[in-house]
């Protein structure tokens, strides 16, 4: 069971806008910031989001992400069949001492 | 280009030991924190641990349901990190990532190795 909370599924039709969320608590999200990876089926992750809202280079900004109190969510805008893949929000935990990952949350293009 | 590559994966009794590699290419490894990051097949990521620069003390730390068994340890000289695994159980048995970052994504986990697969079975 993880520390941090995500839907195990998502969908939504080609051009749609969906959300992912990813809720924590205080000794994590409430304190630290938080990255997201995209991960295609048979490949490694790649970050997506980093600090919560920062886009690497190369990420379309069609990805966003925020976030509130103890949760943070991933905004996936004019969704493409390629944004098919597993996703996971990471954040540093001050009670354990180390990182965690949320489940994951699989995203299906209808 | 940055480059993770990982190897020394393979098949090993349970109660056996196993040390993995980490080869990193294309931006100044020493000054940046290294991750390992473990995937079980149809699971999800699992932080196993990372050990911080010279700078920061090489410290490390290491996710709580090792229990110990697993060490990383880092030679800037030759741009590796390993990760040794030690009293390997079935539950150990999955796709092994190094992750590590430059810049302000220097202790975090941004570029990361194609993975390599460790199979714990008798």
């Known amino acids: 069971q993880s520390l941090l909370t995500q839907p195990p599924s998502a969908s939504g039709t080609p051009g749609q806008r969906v959300t992912i969320p990813c809720s924590g608590s205080?000794?994590?999200?409430?304190?630290?910031?938080v990255n997201w990876y995209q991960q295609p089926p048979g490949t490694a992750p790649k970050l997506l989001i980093y600090?919560?809202?920062q886009r690497p280079s190369g990420v379309p900004d069609r990805f966003s992400g925020s976030k509130s109190g103890t949760s943070v969510s991933l905004a996936i805008s004019g969704l493409q069949s390629e944004d098919e893949a597993d996703y996971y929000c990471?954040?540093?935990?001050?009670?354990?001492?180390?990182?965690?990952f949320g489940g994951g949350t699989k995203l299906t293009v209808l | 280009e940055v480059q993770l590559v990982e190897s020394g994966g393979g098949l090993v009794q349970p109660g056996g030991s196993l040390k993995l590699s980490c080869v990193v290419s294309?931006?100044?490894?020493?000054?940046?924190?290294i991750h390992w990051v473990r995937q079980a097949s149809g699971k999800g990521l699992e932080w196993v641990g990372r050990?911080?620069?010279?700078?920061?003390?090489?410290?490390?730390a290491y996710g709580v349901s090792l229990e110990g068994r697993f060490t990383i340890s880092r030679d800037d000289s030759k741009n590796t990190a390993y990760l040794q695994m030690n009293s390997l159980q079935t539950e150990d048995t999955a796709v092994y990532y190094c992750?590590?970052?430059?810049?302000?994504?220097?202790?975090?986990?941004?570029?990361w190795g194609q993975g390599t697969t460790v199979t714990v079975s008798s």
């Open positions: 050990m911080r620069s010279k700078t920061d003390d090489y410290a490390t």
């Open positions: 992750v590590s970052g430059q810049w302000q994504l220097k202790n975090h986990m941004d570029v």
């Open positions: 600090f919560n809202d």
């Open positions: 205080g000794s994590n999200i409430g304190t630290s910031r």
């Open positions: 990471a954040v540093w935990d001050s009670r354990l001492d180390g990182w965690v």
């Open positions: 294309g931006f100044t490894f020493s000054g940046s924190a």
